[in-house]
């Protein structure tokens, strides 16, 4: 009987996910091959497919065999992956009871349309072009929040979506924790790198050229591209279409950061195809959203791909694709890469500073919901807050509120992912260095395969199997702390790049 | 009542065209985008949705209503869409429910891995490869064609699903009367041809450079890119996503051909794209398959884009593209594109003898199906073939019996579609030049506005609301005939490139 139940519940999470393929296919779609006049049919189709999607969850036998579920205990699955299955499951069942069809509809059908607005409004260079895109969207994940769960703050339902059993309160601690030593730090170094020479870094370059110097530098870590295929559209993106099928995409701008783009993609992607094989079986794969994700983006970006050692083997890649580095020594451009300077601009922020970026974004966010603001003066908000904690201020909205897809794409909640995942990056390289206490040599040598392996058998294998809080903490032993990326931060701030 | 009906109908069928669109989007995938482990989790997904959109047509719901569509006669229906809804939706009906669900998927998935396998084969030149593929693609093949209609020729049934209406011995006609035309031209121009220097094709290019080429010369047809979108893969391809979203890809081989591939490819886009609001409105988008549809491809591709007159357009682009041109004159770069000569491949045939290539597949595929050859004998029958009709033969599989994707595509009765294209391509000529008598000296000024109007009023708006036969009729005034096409080469081969 529970076994009967077991398998029809398998069943249906393993054909939700098939409509999670397609919509995420057709979501990368949109960057790589959908024509202008393609969009409005194509929102049909994807508005088709979500109502197909929740037509099965709300369909008599699915509330039959949830209700089943709910009543089951951890000792009645088999084993994690059973466990996992089961509450996907009904937090599945739960969202699509709740939450009206026409509004979901309505809400992916929106984005749709307001990323294309969003990419017209930064061509236009116009906050005043995205006003009502933005303020839309806004009203509709209110109105989404509230229609999953009435009682609880609408701003804690999204955070919930994105990061499961987050609370948004102790997200805000930690952040005051880091944020004070993020500024402890900066205070100490921030004269010696304002003076650190990054001319060295002034190229020329082609997409092309780019593209094949920042893959073979992916490459370098141990990524498998028989799992994934990569890009160029105007946003950094990591999409999963299938189990072992990402796509990943680099933007357009930046020569030198197109390669740390690629690391923190791939990052993504390899939690993405690294599910095992009782993940993928029960609809578990991919990894878990939010923090977690960004978390194993975020190491292979920064703690592994912004290292000294992991330079040792990039420059010489770097310096195939332009030899007129070929005289410059390793130090030099490294230093030059790794100059820690408060900036306006998330994706290009240097590694210190960056998760001073999202909070900003959080802080943004939570005002709006607790009624404080309007989206309308967003422009205006995020010049004071950048001028209040770097002492700069956007000249213009490409450089304030317009920098960021997330909001257009719906991803409102999103933003405290990435600094929560640079916390998560932090806790698990302390829990590595006690197994791998040669990480950094490792590193050096190229063998990248016991620490792949390390993230693979604590993390990555078991998809969506448990919650964030369960993975961190059968990882590490901990729960989640500022402290460990803290001392990392200092480490190698204070220490190392001395 | 009735209309209730056809609203009904009407829903079933559009719905049936997102799940082609999500199947197109996957089709043109694995080419642009799936990764390599990334193909079995994609069968899975696939297979789910072609059940699913067979469950659609089964549900007894759709019997119903198909079985008062089918009481129906022409004066019951309110327009030419509605009645071609109808149709649509019977013929789709009637292949739903006599060719099993299993078969269909198991086609499907095979054909995916097919293509992969073909590409395998295609890479290491072997035709032994293959062979496993092939047979078992012909088998499935026809237990298809015999689940669909036990009481027909397997092959004649293939074909039908292809060209619409289609008359096999009727087709084997107008090709022994096309073949006899195109030799007997080919006899008196042979020598000529022969003495042409085409060393002036020669050129050294990168693949960025030959698609910038090949986009700016389709783009001088009055092609509308916002309605498609173009890349390179291994193969040239036009897939359908939308009523206004084509995919055209122009593989990697070959300068100058890339720009004739994305003609074609283009025309085909162009005929997707083109459907009227109505055709779209009843599911009809997309244009007619088979012949009518490699007509529209054929016709820029060659009667347009083969024209001296063309030419006169596009040599400017290409001499852009390739300065060392500048000194040589459109007259000799022109008549090297042009120059016949009896070849080994298909695709890079010159447009006279273009048309026998695919007589020999549809012969091959007829011989099989009559049960008079094996798939495994196909690499030694395909010599033989194309010695007896051009006195060639190819030296491995590459050139032979491995050129094209079609057969692992499952296109088998498909090849027809080409030679008729052609045919249908000189008939509609014979008619726009009725109204447009300065057909060449439009082009000549680029002037594409009138021809593609007419194209529209008389083709393509009409997307698949009629059949191939009463489109051409309606257009032309006529039965097809091979004579249009076949003055047509005799005024192109024998007076204006004398």
């Given amino acids: 009987m529970a076994s009967k139940t077991m398998e029809k519940a398998k069943e249906i999470l393993r054909q939700q996910r098939y409509y999670d393929s397609v919509q995420g296919l057709m979501g990368w779609d949109l960057w ?68 009206p069809a026409d509004l979901q509809v309505e809400l992916r059908n929106y984005t749709g349309k307001a990323q ?60 005051a924790g880091l944020k004070a030593g993020v500024v402890e730090i900066l205070n100490q170094i921030r004269d010696r790198h304002a003076a650190i020479d990054v001319s060295v870094l002034d190229t020329e370059y082609t997409h092309q050229q780019r593209r094949d110097m920042a893959f073979e530098i992916n490459m370098l870590t141990g990524f498998d591209d028989k799992c994934a295929h990569d890009s160029q559209v105007l946003h950094g993106m990591c999409t999963g279409v299938g189990p072992r099928d990402c796509r990943i995409a680099i933007s357009y701008k930046g020569c030198w950061g197109g390669v740390f783009t690629m690391l923190h993609e791939g990052g993504h992607a390899r939690y993405g195809y690294n599910s095992n094989d009782q993940a993928v079986e029960n609809g578990l794969w991919g990894g878990l959203g939010g923090a977690m994700h960004e978390g194993q983006a975020r190491f292979y970006e920064n703690i592994i791909g912004k290292s000294p050692e992991f330079w040792g083997l990039a420059y010489p890649v770097v310096q195939k694709y332009f030899p007129h580095l070929k005289n410059v020594p390793m130090e030099k451009f490294y230093m030059a890469l790794m100059q820690v300077k408060p900036s ?62 997330h909001w257009a794409s719906g991803h409102v909640g999103y933003f405290q992912s ?70 990392y931060l200092r480490e190698k701030y204070l220490v190392k790049l001395k």
């Fill in 344 to 405: 306006l601009h998330r994706i290009t922020a240097d590694e210190l500073t960056y998760s001073l970026h999202p909070i900003i974004r959080f802080e943004m966010e939570k005002d709006w919901f607790d009624g404080k603001t309007k989206t309308d003066d967003f422009e205006e908000i995020w010049r004071a807050k950048y001028q209040e904690t770097f002492g700069l201020t956007p000249k213009d909205a490409r450089e304030g509120a317009l920098q960021d897809i």
């Fill in 418 to 487: 990435y600094t929560l995942g640079n916390l998560y990056g932090g806790q698990l390289l302390h829990a590595i260095k006690k197994t791998l206490p040669d990480f950094d040599g490792l590193i050096a040598k190229g063998e990248f395969a016991p620490i792949n392996q390390w993230l693979y058998d604590n993390v990555h294998q078991y998809g969506r199997a448990m919650t964030p809080k369960e993975v961190l903490e059968k990882a590490t032993g901990e729960v989640l702390t500022e402290q460990y990326f803290l001392d």
């Fill in 116 to 175: 294309l607005a969003w990419r017209d409004a930064l061509e236009a260079n116009s906050f005043e072009q995205y006003k009502p895109w933005i303020a839309g969207l806004f009203e509709l994940k209110k109105r989404m929040a509230e229609a999953i769960d009435p009682n609880k703050p609408a701003f804690d339902v999204l955070c919930d979506t994105v990061d499961q059993g987050i609370d948004t309160a102790e997200a805000a601690r930690l952040f």
């Fill in 32 to 99: 790589e091959g959908l024509s202008a006049k393609g969009q409005p049919y194509r929102s049909e189709v994807s508005g088709f497919f979500t109502r197909q999607a929740l037509d099965q969850l709300k369909a008599p036998e699915t509330a039959k065999i949830v209700a089943e579920l709910e009543e089951m205990g951890d000792g009645d699955f088999e084993d994690l992956y059973q466990r996992g299955m089961a509450k996907e499951l009904c937090r599945r069942y739960a969202m699509a009871t709740r939450a």
